[in-house]
T-cell receptor, first 113, second 116 residues
Framework: DGGITQSPKYLFRKEGQNVTLSCEQN?????MYWYRQDPGQGLRLIYY???????QKGDIAEGYSVSREKKESFPLTVTSAQKNPTAFYLC????????????FGEGSWLTVV | AQSVSQHNHHVILSEAASLELGCNYS??????LFWYVQYPGQHLQLLLK??????LVKGIKGFEAEFIKSKFSFNLRKPSVQWSDTAEYFC??????????????FGTGTLLAVQP
């Protein structure tokens, strides 16, 4: 079954701990993205990658890090430097040809206590 | 900077009522436009998209949207809503840099509640 798989779906962490969210896609898409969704603020872009071993900061990259060692994988680390990490995180992917849709995973809920 | 405005944050309708959700964007160049829907407990799904051609775009589940370039708008419409349309709706834009799609810019979303 093709698609984007995010794990874990729910995660609780103590303040000060780093946490890594997994995102895997088997759609053979070139580009992958991480968004953060907060109530009333829509989705905001954290990082994106258009090719393996390369990635770019989005609008709210501070306190986050990513890697793109494989085409199908784009893990996001929420570091202790992120001031307000509790949120719903969405991974997405797309091809980079004209008019292509960006597809989303089911999301990961991170709660920091 | 590019931005997307959705004017209605929360809309409540009765079944069979007509729906129109507003979306305006700020970008002077060519754009690709999208409406995504997020049903309760589910992931974001594409409702429809505009890339080029006919500015009236038809999507899934009876939704349509009209791109009006002069108004920088891409409003979503449905003639008769159902209870199952209860969801959050997001308008999104990506500047069209030579055709490549990336970096979706989202609006803040509109929560639609349809009363049976």
């Amino acid at each position: 079954d093709g698609g984007i798989t995010q794990s874990p779906k729910y995660l609780f962490r103590k303040e000060g701990q780093n946490v890594t969210l997994s995102c895997e896609q088997n759609l053979n898409h070139d580009a992958m993205y991480w968004y953060r969704q907060d109530p009333g603020q829509g989705l905001r872009l954290i990082y994106y990658s258009q090719i393996v071993n390369d990635f770019q900061k989005g609008d709210i990259a501070e306190g986050y890090s990513v890697s793109r060692e494989k085409k199908e994988s784009f893990p996001l680390t929420v570091t202790s430097a992120q001031k307000n990490p509790t949120a719903f995180y969405l991974c997405a992917s797309s091809n980079l040809t004209a008019g292509n849709t960006i597809y989303f995973g089911e999301g990961s809920w991170l709660t920091v206590v | 900077a590019q931005s997307v405005s959705q004017h209605n944050h929360h809309v409540i309708l009765s079944e069979a009522a007509s729906l129109e959700l507003g979306c305006n964007y700020s970008y002077g160049g060519t754009v690709n436009l999208f409406w995504y829907v997020q049903y309760p407990g589910q992931h974001l799904q594409l409702l429809l998209k505009y890339f080029s051609g006919d500015p009236l775009v038809k999507g899934i589940k009876g939704f349509e949207a009209e791109f009006i370039k002069s108004k920088f708008s891409f409003n979503l419409r449905k003639p008769s809503v159902q209870w199952s349309d209860t969801a959050e709706y997001f308008c999104a834009v990506t500047p069209n840099y030579g055709g490549a799609t990336n970096k979706l810019i989202f609006g803040t979303g509109t929560l639609l509640a349809v009363q049976p």
